[in-house]
């Protein structure tokens, strides 16, 4: 990713994105707080990327996006918000009713059944920026084991009323292929056109040892 961010920085690669699966692990962003480490029965990786901890594994879409933002307007925060919408409008197609919060990262589903102002979190976004290149990006529960989320506090938030939910959990049968088209049509609605290809899954014992698809983005 580092590599590849670079190359775009340069102008010697297309913006690109990578649709991922991830093994059983955790991840530590720059405002990490080594308290929120509950039980580590996962590895834990530095990231480099903002915000705190989280978990990643299967079940779950990672989407790792690398675009250019001097090309599409150097603003940070409206990048963030568009990878809300992006998750959001993705959702709204499967039915969930979510959306973003001023005091929490990440996009929220409402839970009135398990109480007053009970919510649960169902998409994380962590990104880094070098070079007016962005890294990293989001993480949609569709499928996982809610229960490895118990090893830390994620991203922090820890009262009682804010959890963690997955497509699954909310009684939407759903596969990641099929989260997958979706996320590309709503990806291009915000983003423009992309071109897909298969990468298919690495051998390599790091992080990134699920990667299956990527999706090229012609700048605009």
């Known amino acids: 990713m ?41 590895p834990i990786y530095e990231s480099g990327r903002g915000g705190q901890l989280t978990y990643h594994g299967p079940g779950q879409r990672v989407a790792y996006v690398m675009i250019d933002l001097r090309r599409r307007g150097p603003d940070v925060r409206r990048f963030v918000a568009t990878l ?9 197609a499967l039915r969930v009713r979510a959306g973003r919060r001023e005091d929490r990262i990440g996009v929220w589903v409402p839970r009135p059944e398990k109480g007053d102002g009970f919510e649960d979190k169902i998409a994380a976004i962590g990104i880094r920026v070098k070079q007016w290149v962005t890294l990293h990006g989001i993480a949609i529960n569709v499928n996982p084991h809610l229960s490895h989320f118990s090893g830390i506090v994620p991203c922090g938030v820890s009262e009682k009323r804010y959890g963690v939910t997955s497509l699954s959990d909310l009684g939407v049968p759903v596969s990641l292929t099929d989260v997958d088209e979706i996320l590309r049509r709503e990806f291009e609605s915000l983003f423009g056109l992309t071109t897909a290809q298969t990468v298919g899954k690495t051998s390599k014992k790091l992080p990134l040892a699920a990667s ?6 012609p700048s605009r």
Do not use: K, M, Q
């Open 2 to 42: 580092e590599a590849r961010a670079v190359a775009i920085a340069a102008g010697a690669a297309a913006e690109l994105v990578w649709l991922l699966e991830h093994p059983p692990l955790y991840t530590a962003g720059t405002s990490t707080n080594r308290a929120d480490v509950i039980d580590a029965r996962f």
């Open 84 to 92: 809300e919408e992006w998750i959001i409008r993705t959702l709204a």
């Open 212 to 217: 299956e698809r990527s999706v090229c983005v």
